[in-house]
């Protein structure tokens, strides 16, 4: 069992900026593709960003492209989601995903995710 932990959400201005973190337990974490969610209160989750295994191939919903940066850290088994320029319309709760996968894919549909955090809320006032 994959254990993911957000954390960095909060409060912020709108124009401002965040770095949210994802720890996991994985013991081959350089083998799982990874991504971000977010879900805003009434609606459906949405995609968010995606990144492949190993060195990461990634991939932003278009609402994100040019604001936000995903990364990850194999060493420190840690995904990253660095969010600048953020807008009121950025407030959600974001999760991490995670799912072993043998290609270098990413994902961007939620049901291809194995593994999820509990979520951070992040929140953008104007």
């Known amino acids: 069992q994959v254990q993911l932990v957000e954390s960095g959400g909060g409060l912020v201005q709108a124009g401002g900026s965040l770095r949210l973190s994802c720890t996991t337990s994985?013991?081959?974490?350089?083998?799982?593709?990874m991504g971000w969610f977010r879900q805003a209160a009434g609606k459906k989750r949405d995609f968010v960003a995606a990144?492949?295994?190993?060195?990461?191939?990634?991939y932003y919903a278009d609402s994100v492209k040019g604001r936000f940066t995903i990364s990850r850290d194999n060493a420190k088994n840690t995904l990253y989601l660095q969010m600048n320029s953020l807008k009121p319309e950025d407030t959600a709760v974001y999760y991490c995903?995670?799912?072993?996968?043998?290609?270098?894919?990413?994902?961007?549909?939620?049901?291809?995710?194995?593994?999820w955090g509990q979520g951070t809320q992040v929140t953008v006032s104007s």
């Open positions: 995903a995670a799912t072993y996968t043998s290609g270098s894919y990413y994902y961007t549909k939620d049901s291809l995710y194995n593994y």
């Open positions: 994985a013991r081959s974490f350089s083998n799982y593709a």
């Open positions: 990144i492949s295994k190993g060195v990461g191939s990634t």
